[in-house]
């Protein structure tokens, strides 16, 4: 399974946007980079997934590198309950599989 | 999405003795998984249960450890066997589900809230 690299922490004030950064060098052409967030005490629940293109949603956006070695998760701004840890994750084609690596655990202050 | 539950919430047991967990979905699912997750750590995938067929693990996880049952679509169970302090984690379940998004439908998974053990 290629491996994700994020940052072990970040801190963010509320209400300001947060940038996630995500390093995957060695993605295939057929791995999706999906998103999925830890609120504490809780189980992990989706954020966003993209291949190429740029992807948003009601939660997030996600820049896809144009050679695909990164990614960064953008949540516009943040709120106290964004408070999670953000995990990065390749998932290829033909694998239900999520492998979770160390993630990055942001703090929001208010 | 999908609705887990799962069984018990936390327990506290003694070292040699096993736990079964139980892990419940709302509707009728193929693929389920079970995750542990160590104090201050990330999760790490166990083994994949599909109905009518053996679990397939992951490197590092046995059955003899970590059996699991799989008798339907919206049901499991994950027994941890013989078990030591070093057993004490969170585990997860999840499943797989397909999601309607704006354009296209996509896979996602969603997570039970996990068990709390901790062994004596």
């Known amino acids: 399974d290629a491996k994700t690299t994020q940052p072990n922490s970040m801190e963010s004030n509320e209400e300001e946007p947060v940038h996630l950064p995500c390093n995957h060098s060695t993605i295939s052409g057929t791995d999706y980079i999906h998103w999925y967030r830890q609120l504490p005490s809780q189980g992990p629940e989706y954020v966003i997934h993209?291949?190429?293109s740029n992807v948003n949603n009601r939660m997030a956006s996600l820049a896809i590198a144009e050679d695909r070695k990164s990614s960064t998760l953008i949540l516009h701004r943040a709120t106290l309950r964004d408070a999670a840890v953000y995990y990065c994750?390749?998932?290829?084609?033909?694998?239900?599989?999520?492998?979770f690596g160390t993630g990055t655990l942001l703090a929001v202050q208010p | 999405s999908a609705v887990i539950s799962q069984k018990p919430s936390r327990d506290i047991c003694q070292r040699g003795t096993s736990l079964t967990i139980q892990c419940q979905v709302d509707?009728?699912?193929?693929?389920m998984f079970w995750y542990r997750q160590q104090p201050g750590q990330s999760l790490t995938l166990i083994a994949t249960?599909?109905?009518?067929?053996?679990?397939?693990?992951e490197s590092g996880f046995v059955i003899d450890k970590f059996p699991i049952s799989r008798p339907n679509l919206t049901f499991s169970t994950l027994t941890v066997s013989n078990m030591s302090p070093e057993d004490s984690s969170i585990y997860l379940c999840?499943?797989?589900?397909?999601?309607?998004?704006?354009?296209?439908?996509?896979?996602?998974?969603?997570f039970g809230p996990g068990t709390r053990l901790t062994v004596l």
């Open positions: 994750i390749l998932r290829g084609g033909a694998t239900n599989k999520l492998i």
């Open positions: 999840s499943v797989e589900g397909v999601v309607a998004g704006d354009r296209s439908s996509y896979n996602e998974q969603f």
């Open positions: 509707s009728q699912v193929t693929m």
């Open positions: 993209g291949l190429t």
């Open positions: 249960a599909n109905q009518g067929s053996e679990a397939t693990y």
